[in-house]
Protein backbone atom coordinates (compact mmCIF):
# COMPACT_ATOMS: atom_id res chain seq x y z
CA UNK A 1 0.00 0.00 0.00
CA UNK A 2 1.64 3.53 -1.65
CA UNK A 3 1.46 6.55 1.52
CA UNK A 4 2.64 9.27 1.33
CA UNK A 5 2.07 11.65 4.63
CA UNK A 6 3.04 15.37 5.16
CA UNK A 7 3.86 16.78 8.35
CA UNK A 8 5.26 20.24 9.21
CA UNK A 9 2.84 22.58 8.51
CA UNK A 10 0.87 25.17 10.11
CA UNK A 11 0.69 29.07 11.51
CA UNK A 12 3.30 31.56 10.95
CA UNK A 13 4.20 34.86 10.65
CA UNK A 14 4.88 36.83 7.15
CA UNK A 15 8.71 36.41 7.19
CA UNK A 16 8.82 33.20 8.95
CA UNK A 17 9.96 29.77 8.28
CA UNK A 18 8.51 26.29 7.86
CA UNK A 19 9.65 22.89 6.86
CA UNK A 20 7.58 20.53 5.20
CA UNK A 21 8.53 16.71 5.28
CA UNK A 22 6.79 13.96 3.36
CA UNK A 23 7.51 10.60 4.04
CA UNK A 24 6.79 7.87 1.50
CA UNK A 25 6.42 4.05 2.08
CA UNK A 26 5.11 0.77 -0.25
CA UNK A 27 7.14 2.59 -3.16
CA UNK A 28 10.85 2.49 -4.28
CA UNK A 29 11.24 5.53 -3.35
CA UNK A 30 14.44 6.76 -5.05
CA UNK A 31 13.06 5.55 -8.72
CA UNK A 32 10.11 8.46 -8.11
CA UNK A 33 10.38 12.31 -9.33
CA UNK A 34 8.75 13.99 -6.32
CA UNK A 35 6.91 17.30 -5.95
CA UNK A 36 5.28 19.54 -3.86
CA UNK A 37 2.28 21.36 -5.13
CA UNK A 38 -0.36 23.75 -3.55
CA UNK A 39 -3.97 25.05 -3.56
CA UNK A 40 -4.93 28.43 -2.27
CA UNK A 41 -8.35 28.52 -1.51
CA UNK A 42 -10.53 28.93 -4.61
CA UNK A 43 -7.55 28.72 -6.69
CA UNK A 44 -6.13 25.53 -8.67
CA UNK A 45 -3.48 23.25 -7.32
CA UNK A 46 0.31 24.38 -8.58
CA UNK A 47 3.13 23.11 -8.70
CA UNK A 48 5.89 24.90 -6.21
CA UNK A 49 9.06 22.48 -6.65
CA UNK A 50 10.00 19.44 -8.12
CA UNK A 51 13.15 17.28 -7.40
CA UNK A 52 13.93 14.29 -10.11
CA UNK A 53 14.99 11.17 -9.13
CA UNK A 54 18.39 12.19 -10.03
CA UNK A 55 18.28 15.23 -7.74
CA UNK A 56 17.81 17.63 -10.32
CA UNK A 57 15.30 20.25 -8.94
CA UNK A 58 12.92 23.07 -10.57
CA UNK A 59 10.54 25.65 -8.46
CA UNK A 60 8.04 27.85 -9.37
CA UNK A 61 8.97 31.45 -10.06
CA UNK A 62 6.59 32.75 -7.12
CA UNK A 63 8.70 30.60 -4.51
CA UNK A 64 12.21 30.91 -6.13
CA UNK A 65 14.96 31.84 -3.91
CA UNK A 66 12.78 31.02 -0.80
CA UNK A 67 11.91 27.57 -0.90
CA UNK A 68 14.09 24.81 -0.96
CA UNK A 69 13.52 20.97 -2.50
CA UNK A 70 15.45 17.93 -0.77
CA UNK A 71 15.41 14.73 -0.63
CA UNK A 72 16.81 11.76 1.35
CA UNK A 73 16.70 8.39 -0.67
CA UNK A 74 17.33 6.69 3.00
CA UNK A 75 14.65 7.59 4.65
CA UNK A 76 12.19 7.88 2.03
CA UNK A 77 11.57 11.29 2.72
CA UNK A 78 11.37 14.60 0.70
CA UNK A 79 11.29 18.06 2.21
CA UNK A 80 10.54 21.72 1.61
CA UNK A 81 12.04 24.53 3.05
CA UNK A 82 10.41 27.29 3.40
CA UNK A 83 11.92 30.66 4.45
CA UNK A 84 10.78 33.97 4.18
CA UNK A 85 7.05 33.41 3.94
CA UNK A 86 4.24 35.32 2.68
CA UNK A 87 0.57 35.73 3.32
CA UNK A 88 0.16 34.49 -0.27
CA UNK A 89 2.03 31.24 0.09
CA UNK A 90 -0.91 30.28 2.31
CA UNK A 91 -2.24 27.04 1.00
CA UNK A 92 -2.68 23.62 1.78
CA UNK A 93 0.50 21.87 0.54
CA UNK A 94 0.33 18.50 -1.47
CA UNK A 95 2.97 15.65 -1.96
CA UNK A 96 3.54 13.93 -4.79
CA UNK A 97 5.29 11.05 -6.11
CA UNK A 98 5.95 10.12 -10.13
CA UNK A 99 7.50 7.60 -11.68
CA UNK A 100 6.25 6.44 -15.61
CA UNK A 101 2.47 6.23 -15.25
CA UNK A 102 2.44 5.83 -11.39
CA UNK A 103 1.38 9.26 -9.80
CA UNK A 104 0.80 9.10 -6.11
CA UNK A 105 -0.60 12.24 -3.80
CA UNK A 106 -0.30 12.96 -0.23
CA UNK A 107 -3.48 14.10 1.78
CA UNK A 108 -1.74 17.53 1.98
CA UNK A 109 -0.62 20.04 5.15
CA UNK A 110 -2.08 23.50 5.88
CA UNK A 111 0.17 26.20 5.94
CA UNK A 112 -0.79 29.58 7.19
CA UNK A 113 1.25 32.86 6.82
CA UNK A 114 -0.70 35.32 9.04
CA UNK A 115 0.27 38.10 11.58
Known amino acids: QVQLVESGGGLVQPGGSLRLSCAAS????????MAWYRQAPGKQRELAAA???????KDTDSVKGRFTISRSNTKNTVYLQMNSLKPEDTAVYYC?????????WGQGTQVTVSS
Open 96 to 104: NAKWATLSY
Open 26 to 33: GIFFSKYD
Open 51 to 57: ITSGGST
